[in-house]
């Protein structure tokens, strides 16, 4: 159970640097020892260092956006775990997969991937945060 809390903690840790626009602890998330990718919703996939986190300064200098998470489900296999949950952006909900490795105490990420998923969880999901609407 512990090794869940730290993961679905390494998830929300992620989501709260994507919220802050805080790319410092966006780049701290992400592992420095595995090849990581990313794939945002329209775009190719990235698969270096490099890659991925220009990625994220790009959007994070950009975007100042609301974003949420629920539904978040954690599976660990050993030191590789992932999370499904869903994002809560506007004006959307995504679907999204958050891959991470045990490096000595931490898990860091090295996969995130977003799409599209039904506007039904969207409407839920804003019926329970009714202050974001």
């Given at each position: 159970m512990r090794d869940t809390k730290n993961v679905l903690d390494a998830?929300?840790?992620?989501?709260e640097a994507f919220a802050r626009a805080d790319?410092?602890?966006?780049e701290d998330i992400w592992?420095?020892?595995?090849?990581?990718?990313?794939?945002?919703?329209?775009?190719?996939?990235?698969?270096?260092?490099?890659?991925?986190?220009?990625?994220?300064?790009?959007i994070l200098s950009t975007q100042s956006v609301f974003?949420?998470?629920?539904?978040?489900?954690?599976?660990?296999?050993?030191?590789t775990a992932y999370v499904i949950c869903r994002e809560h952006l506007e004006p959307g909900t995504l679907v999204a997969?958050?891959?991470?490795?045990?490096?000595?105490?931490?898990?860091?990420?090295?996969?995130?991937q977003a799409g599209l998923t039904s506007s039904e969880s969207q409407d839920t999901f804003l019926k329970?945060?009714?202050?974001?609407?």
């Open positions: 998830n929300r840790q992620f989501y790319f410092q602890a966006m592992s420095t020892n595995e090849t990581i990718t990313c794939i945002h919703p329209g775009w190719p996939a990235l698969s270096s260092r490099d890659d991925v986190l220009s990625s994220w300064q790009s974003v949420g998470i629920s539904d978040e489900e954690a599976h660990i296999f050993g030191d997969t958050n891959i991470f490795s045990r490096t000595g105490q931490r898990w860091l990420m090295v996969h995130h329970d945060h009714p202050t974001i609407q």
